[in-house]
């Protein structure tokens, strides 16, 4: 195989990372941006020193025999028809989180890939994070056991400095707190623990004015499919820095974000603080794109998984369903849900 020709979809912020990763390669290359706005994208290239075809039409720009692969930075409302198309013209996939804004979205995007198998990527890019790796790799190494009790938070004023407020406090494209933002945290109780086989759920206002069309906090209770119990929390509207905690109890031991109580350390009279990049910002360092895009790249040139491929993210998000629905209608919602 010779270089990887991507299509990337969209030009904001995060978009911009995937361009940046993927120009930064010798073997890959942007072959098209598609973009409402052809000449921002246009302006957007030129800034980055990137040669590549502008195009607001995107069947055009995945049915070309000469693209492998196509990245999704589109709105949310839109990547369940954008994947359904790139997956049968048979290309690989990355894609942004949320996957889609409801659950018919989320089961097109399934039965398209599964239909036409691709390599995916889902940008739950904490999974990239170094001290996600490192409490992945203690948990598989039995430092703490098995995970009995999750807990993890999603902590982040996401107000209007950001340019995706405008549209991601609207409940047609930011659906609610988990789909915005905290299904990070549900996909990572989902990493560390297991699967989640119920969930029971709240949410309020943080301001009688807020801007959010839906409850820009939540919080549920979770069961997890080893026994144990979890808790995830997201709040969008809060007067903190950024926080993304994980606290895990094991039978063996526990870890709270880059801290280590293990049976594997005799002796161990407190927590042993591991340093490292924690996923307490927003930058680039704390969420890597680009060791993302390489994972993907080295899973479609050597036939291998990426650490999220969209069977595993797709459970993520039917559990971020579950829980806006069980606070819509104040019951427990058992998971998993029939298609």
Known sequence: MGLLRFVVVG????????????????????ATVVSRNTEH?????????????????????????SVDAVVL???????????????????????EKPLAMDRAGLWSMAEAIEKNPVKTAVSFVLRWNPSFTNTKSLIDDDAIGRVYMAQVDYWHHVGPKYVQYKWSKTKAQG???????????????????????????????????SEYEFDPNAIAILKLKNGGIGKVSSS??????????????????????????THKLPGQTDYAT????????????????TDEIDDFVQAVRNNTATKCEFADAY?????????????????????????
């Open 11 to 30: 030009t904001g912020w995060v978009a911009g990372e995937y361009l940046k990763a993927i120009s930064s390669r010798s073997d890959a290359e942007v």
């Open 41 to 65: 994208a246009k302006a957007k290239l030129a800034s980055m020193g990137i040669q590549a075809r502008v195009t607001d039409n995107f069947e055009e720009a995945v049915k070309d025999s």
């Open 73 to 95: 930075c589109s709105t949310p409302d839109s990547r369940p028809e954008q994947a359904v198309i790139a997956a049968r013209y048979g290309k690989h996939l990355v894609m």
């Open 175 to 209: 659906g609610s707190s988990m789909l915005s933002a905290g299904c990070h945290a549900v996909d990572a109780v989902r990493f560390f623990a297991g699967d989640i086989t119920e969930v029971t759920a709240y949410g309020c206002r943080t301001w009688a004015d």
């Open 236 to 261: 969008l509207e809060c007067k903190t820095p950024y926080k993304f905690n994980v606290h895990l109890l094991g039978e063996k031991g526990a870890i709270m974000n880059n801290q280590l109580f």
């Open 274 to 289: 591991i340093p490292t990049i924690l996923p307490d910002s927003g930058d680039v360092s704390h969420h890597p794109f």
């Open 315 to 339: 459970k993520s998000m039917e559990v971020s369903f579950a829980i806006d629905e069980s606070i819509e209608t104040g019951k427990s919602v058992i998971l998993p849900l029939a298609r």
